[in-house]
């Protein structure tokens, strides 16, 4: 009885690695990028996004039977390029998918998730995520293409992410200040509106839940 107890406990600490640890098997072999959507040049007047000021920050939640064996992850991008165009209403950004961070310590309290995993775990999941998941070989950029309609609208906005462009209104908050514009909001997105398979082990018993829930901080001077 105590082998089989101890051979029960390895099993489950096995699964609760898997989803934060890289598993076996071939990456895809990279292959060029598709062709990115071209938009009309900004206007000389327009703003650029200052990257030390903006995030994006991105809220993963785990799923499946064994959901509490994993961990709820916290994905960001302080790299955000691009311009925004106040007269003409409009802003064009992206950023690399490689440069995302995980699970940095001060973003997990600020999204209330619990307590922060080890540093093999953390690398772990970042692996899985570029390379099983994203493709970021494939896909290295995500864009977006945002225009502003009358005051109090949301913003129609498009998102190319894995080689897939969703279009969406999306509520936000601007505030205007001596030359520097400052837009927050956030949304709700699922992975799979992009052609993406949502990570998972164990035939879904430890897995990565569809919608992803995404806040935002851009600030353009």
Known sequence: MTKLLNYLKISLLCVSMAACTQLPGNVPPA????????????AASALTIDSAQSLIAVTVRRGGLLARLGHDHLVASRHITGTVSPKQNRADFQFRLDQ??????ELRIAAGLEKQPSADAIDGTRNNMLTRVLDAERYPLVAVHAERGAAGQP????????????NMAIPTEIREANGIMTVTGSVNLKQSDFGITPFSV??????VQDPLELRFTLVAK
């Open 31 to 42: 292959v060029p990028a598709p062709a990115p959507i071209i938009y009309p040049p900004p």
């Open 100 to 105: 995302l961070t995980v699970d940095e310590a």
């Open 155 to 166: 913003l129609q906005v498009a998102i190319t992410l894995h080689g897939v462009t969703r």
């Open 202 to 207: 164990m035939a879904g018993a430890l897995a």
